[in-house]
């Protein structure tokens, strides 16, 4: 808090500085500011949505279009979603989609499911061994999982999970992420929420059911997303733990239309939009519960 | 509370717990033990003791991945502090529209590295967008190799990783600044203290601690970095693999043909001290600029 303490700057104990501007010349810089601050948020705009635009433009253009040179062609002059098809007919990516999905969804239930468990016994329960059960979930948070990752493809080998979508879900399947916002989620809660239940003789599981859980379903709903969107974006464990074609997520798959399967751009193009739209619509939809999690992540990360 | 039976907690923990159990602290114990043996990634192996972290201090390998992984670290770090910091003050203020241009420039964030990887290689590819304009433009003769040399791909890749997290880190600071107190700031106006003063004196010591949070966030990410540099050159690192990074050797080396699990968990040591490490040290860095 040193701001509090320094004396006032010399600017501001000048006399012979006017205390206010006229107020035309104040509005005159209002506007001016204002347009400032557009032109800039433009800017950044045109930073990052171009990259995306320019592969979308590259996507829909038809065979007869140029793609490259020079002044670049921004939009396709006959546009056609002929590489869709033809994505669809190189690479089984609505197969890999699927993959996806099926680890995502899954990786949604266990978070929220386990994580939810997990996060009412260290807020609400007392008992011996807390702190070494809520230091463990730590510890998973203080691990980078690039660290572990040779031995957990020995693991998973050795319960014959690689090349099983489930072996890709397993490692993610209750984040110390998702416990940690669970058992602060029920913390903030009130004690008497519970005394209630506990006079009408209501066992532990269905105070944690009827009253406890539906108490905190913005947090739930955070954790939720953060694990879909980590689940459906993570490439590194399919990676490594899928050696099977069919299996492939579609990061892994998606990653091998380039170069592997094709080499025109179009086509990659086209193979990416199909990869992002569907995560973008998600997140424009359901934006309030992304910036939640990131601010409640972050801080708790 | 009374009256609950003691394993009552450990039912609600049970199922969470083995996954944490099964799936980070077995491999990470494992990890720490295949560390001292020269076992392969098919099986086996003895115990050779402190052999693999000797062989570590002579492998140029290793210490390729180690310089290019520190430098990636020293690049995004303070891009990764200081940019978002500016696009929250930039978008803090509700005018119109502001609610778009926020999700917008979040968007980044939410697209899988994958995706943002393909998308820079075509943005940045010999005859991609970058290149033609530049050439069009008179500005270089022939294309600059921004993927296909190894110095070259790993700013490309830092950049993408800058790009990819300004939206992240951008939130992170918005719910920062929202705990600015709008009096301090009315009162160093009154004062006469321009936009940028008040950025300085009001503003910056109170988003301090979130500075540091994002360092040490950024910090560990960039020490983890992979798919960018995978990604942008096809699974390669560049020519002869020099654009390798230290998560980058691991796998080359403990998952590829004649894995040496061993080895590579040696490397993986280094790696999980290293981000313990830094995490210590930016609070320590801290700390002391505070009492200072």
């Known amino acids: 808090m040193t701001t509090l303490q320094t004396p006032p700057t010399p600017a501001a104990a000048d006399p012979r500085r006017p205390a206010a501007p006229a107020p035309t010349a104040r509005r005159v810089r209002a506007a001016a500011g204002l347009a400032g601050r557009y032109l800039l948020l433009a800017l950044v705009f045109a930073l990052t949505v171009g990259p995306f635009l320019w592969q979308l433009s590259t996507s829909l253009k038809g065979n007869g279009e140029r793609v490259f040179g020079y002044p670049p062609q921004l939009l396709p002059a006959h546009p056609t979603l002929h590489h869709y098809a033809e994505v669809l007919d190189t690479v089984p990516v609505l197969r890999y989609a699927g993959n996806s999905l099926v680890v995502a969804l899954g990786s949604v239930l266990t978070n929220c499911l386990l994580g939810s468990m997990a996060g009412y016994a260290l807020a609400r329960m007392k008992f011996r061994g807390r702190g070494l059960a809520a230091g463990i979930f730590l510890a998973t948070m203080i691990i980078p999982f690039e660290s572990i990752m040779v031995s957990e493809f020995l693991v998973a080998r050795s319960l014959h999970l690689t090349d099983t979508l489930l072996g890709v879900m ?36 269905t105070r944690f059911r009827r009253i406890a859980l539906p108490s905190v379903r913005g947090t739930l709903a955070a954790v939720a997303i953060f694990s879909f969107v980590f689940s459906w974006d993570d490439f590194l464990w399919p990676l490594v733990s899928l050696s099977d074609q069919g299996k492939y997520t579609l990061t892994v798959g998606i990653q091998y239309l380039s170069g592997t399967f094709t080499n025109d751009q179009r086509v990659i193009a086209a193979g990416t939009m199909m990869a992002v739209v569907p995560l973008l619509a998600l997140f424009f939809a359901l934006q309030r519960f992304f910036f939640r999690g990131v601010g409640e992540g972050a801080v708790k990360g | 509370m009374t009256g609950r039976r003691w394993y009552v907690p450990w ?19 494992n990890t720490a033990v295949l560390s001292f043996t020269d076992a392969s990634t098919l099986g086996g ?77 075509w943005l940045l590819s010999d005859d991609g967008l970058v290149n033609s304009v530049l050439r069009g433009l008179h500005l270089v003769a022939g294309p600059v190799p921004f993927l296909t040399d190894a110095h070259l791909l790993l700013f490309s890749a830092m950049a993408m990783t800058v790009w990819k997290g300004l939206g992240y880190y951008m939130v992170v600071y918005l719910a920062a600044l929202a705990n600015v107190p709008r009096s301090l700031l009315e009162a160093a106006e009154v004062d006469g203290a321009g936009a940028v003063r008040r950025f300085r004196h009001v503003t910056l010591p109170l988003v301090r601690p979130t500075m540091v949070l994002v360092a040490t966030l950024a910090a560990i990410g960039s020490a983890k970095v992979f798919a960018e540099v995978y990604t942008l050159s096809d699974g390669s690192a560049g020519p002869g693999g020099e654009a390798r990074t230290l998560v980058y050797t691991i796998r080359e080396v403990g998952l590829g043909l004649g894995g040496e699990a061993g080895y590579a968990s040696a490397m993986s040591i280094v790696l999980f001290l290293g981000t313990l490490g830094l995490s210590v040290a930016v609070t320590r860095l801290n700390s002391r600029e505070e009492r200072a």
């Open chain 2, 11 to 29: 039912l609600f923990l049970l199922p969470a717990l083995a996954v944490a159990v099964c799936f980070f602290i077995v491999p990470f114990a």
């Open chain 2, 45 to 121: 192996g003895t115990f050779t003791g402190t052999h693999n972290y000797a062989r570590l201090l002579h492998d140029d390998q290793f210490w390729q991945s180690v310089r290019n992984t520190l430098l990636y670290i020293a690049v995004v770090v303070p891009c990764l502090v200081v940019l978002p910091l500016l696009l929250a003050v930039l978008v803090q203020k509700r005018i119109a529209g502001i609610g778009f241009f926020r999700a917008v420039f979040y968007s980044p964030v939410v697209a899988s590295m994958v995706v943002a990887g393909l998308i820079w290689s």
């Open chain 1, 170 to 205: 397993l490692p993610g399947a209750a984040s110390g992420l998702s416990v940690m916002l669970m058992r602060n989620a029920f913390r903030r809660l009130p004690a008497e929420v519970e005394e209630a239940a506990i006079l009408d003789g209501a066992g532990e599981w």
